[in-house]
């Protein structure tokens, strides 16, 4: 394993070098290092190509600038987690149903925190899990709340694929179910990333007002019918409100 990877490890060494150097030379690379010239050169060319370095013009390196996005991002999810959770935590001993946390990652979603232990049946959720944006009720809540050029943008390019009986395929049913999430404040899904399962969701934002994360109550269908779905949806709007007020949110 280790010698697949050599050259990964090789060039996070040099990486590392920078925590407690705020720029280098390249002999001093080299020194540090204890890395043969030549494959420090090849490593720096492409650590400096992909961004994650840069040669200033008296020929020492530097972090490249996509250490800020990479910063920034830690920064903003751990943020979200760390105030989210004892919120989930009060939601969760409420409606004894499990609780997710998602944050967006590109074109998915991405499971950060989840608390289910409460809950008699289990889903199988996971931290660190992913699903597209359009199917699934946290999901598709994050994407319901981005601006609409983006929405366009995303449901032209996706390919509706189905996870479960309920997983929504037709582009303009899509569109309904966003619009219908715009006005409602949350949105719902049932059997959608699995069969017998339902969700309701509610966005999270920040500071700026854009959306950046969503949080659900999860559980099996049979408990997301009829009066408990008014009920669950005042209860995590609640939870998404009281998070996204820690984020800096105000209501226009």
């Given at each position: 394993?280790?010698?697949?990877?050599?050259?990964?490890?090789?060039?996070?060494?040099?990486?590392?070098?920078?925590?407690?150097?705020?720029?280098?030379?390249?002999?001093?690379?080299?020194?540090?290092?204890?890395?043969?010239?030549?494959?420090?050169?090849?490593?720096?060319?492409?650590?400096?190509?992909?961004g994650?370095?840069e040669?200033?013009?008296?020929?020492?390196?530097?972090?490249?600038?996509?250490?800020?996005?990479?910063?920034?991002?830690v920064?903003?999810?751990?943020?979200?987690r760390?105030?989210?959770?004892?919120?989930?935590?009060?939601?969760?001993?409420?409606v004894?149903?499990?609780?997710?946390?998602?944050?967006k990652?590109?074109?998915?979603?991405?499971?950060?925190?989840?608390?289910?232990?409460?809950?008699?049946?289990?889903?199988?959720?996971?931290?660190g899990?992913?699903?597209?944006l359009?199917?699934g009720?946290?999901?598709?809540?994050?994407?319901?709340?981005?601006?609409?050029?983006?929405?366009?943008?995303?449901?032209?390019?996706?390919?509706?694929?189905?996870?479960?009986?309920?997983?929504?395929?037709?582009?303009?049913?899509?569109?309904?179910?966003?619009?219908?999430?715009?006005?409602?404040?949350?949105?719902?899904?049932?059997?959608?990333?699995?069969?017998?399962?339902?969700?309701?969701?509610?966005?999270?934002?920040?500071?700026?007002?854009d959306?950046?994360?969503?949080?659900?109550?999860?559980?099996?269908?049979?408990?997301?019918?009829?009066?408990?779905?008014?009920?669950f949806?005042?209860?995590?709007k609640?939870?998404?409100?009281?998070?996204s007020?820690?984020?800096?949110?105000?209501?226009?």
């Open positions: 394993m280790y010698s697949k990877n050599k050259t990964v490890v090789r060039s996070m060494d040099i990486l590392n070098l920078f925590i407690d150097h705020a720029q280098l030379t390249f002999q001093e690379i080299i020194d540090l290092s204890g890395i043969p010239k030549t494959s420090v050169y090849r490593m720096l060319t492409s650590l400096e190509e992909l994650f370095l040669k200033g013009t008296d020929s020492k390196y530097r972090l490249g600038l996509i250490f800020l996005n990479f910063g920034q991002l920064s903003s999810r751990l943020d979200i760390q105030f989210a959770l004892p919120i989930m935590q009060e939601l969760h001993d409420d004894d149903e499990a609780i997710n946390l998602i944050v990652q590109g074109n998915e979603a991405m499971y950060i925190e989840k608390i289910d232990i409460n809950q008699k049946v289990r889903l199988y959720t996971a931290i899990r992913r699903s597209p359009y199917a009720a946290c999901s598709r809540v994050i994407l319901s709340f981005l601006p609409a050029i983006e929405i366009e943008k995303y449901i032209e390019s996706v390919e509706l694929k189905p996870f479960a009986m309920g997983t929504i395929t037709d582009k303009v049913d899509l569109y309904k179910a966003i619009h219908q999430a715009q006005k409602d404040g949350y949105t719902i899904s049932h059997s959608e990333l699995e069969n017998y399962t339902s969700a309701i969701a509610a966005p999270i934002f920040d500071h700026k007002g959306v950046i994360a969503g949080i659900s109550i999860a559980g099996i269908e049979a408990n997301y019918q009829n009066e408990n779905v008014p009920i949806a005042e209860k995590i609640w939870a998404a409100e009281r998070i007020e820690k984020l800096g949110y105000t209501k226009a």
